[in-house]
């Protein structure tokens, strides 16, 4: 099920009103609401969870583009050019960035985007990377 192991967080009622002009009602509740939503979804957007799944959405979407891209327009940029400023943005999206990009992938290696990925979150990058790519904060 979508919701194996997920825990419900119940917020306090609301009471928001329509307003009716017939009935010479007006509208209430809707400050607090809308402070409510905001709070719970900067919660959620804010949690590590978050920002890992999103970071890798935002992986596996740049690296299908950029290689369609290529196969569009093989002659406007090489490959190792859009592979080279494909790992630059991703360490961008982890706040580094890297000196040795091009001498440690003289050659595109799509392979190990997620190698990359993983090591630039700190995580164990497996033996393919090793010590080729020195990432800088």
């Known amino acids: 099920a979508a919701c194996d192991g997920a825990v419900p967080h119940v917020l306090d009622p609301i009471m928001v009103s329509n307003p009716d002009p017939k009935k010479k009602r007006g509208g209430f509740g809707y400050p607090e609401l809308r ?8 919660s959620l957007t804010a949690s590590p969870e978050f920002k ?5 959405f935002l992986v596996e979407d740049l ?3 950029v290689q369609a891209f ?3 327009y093989p002659l406007d940029e090489t490959e190792t050019r859009l592979f080279h400023r494909t790992v ?3 360490l961008a999206t982890y706040g580094q960035r890297s000196r040795n990009i091009e001498s440690a992938f003289p050659t595109p290696r799509w392979d190990l ?8 979150r700190g995580e164990d990058a ?3 990377l090793g010590r080729a790519l020195s990432v800088l904060p």
């Open 52 to 56: 890992l799944q999103w970071s890798r």
């Open 88 to 90: 630059e943005a991703l």
């Open 126 to 128: 497996g033996r393919a």
């Open 35 to 42: 402070k409510a939503i905001v709070e719970h979804v900067a």
């Open 113 to 120: 985007l997620d190698d990359i990925q993983r090591r630039a």
């Open 63 to 65: 690296r299908s583009h």
């Open 70 to 72: 290529h196969r569009g």
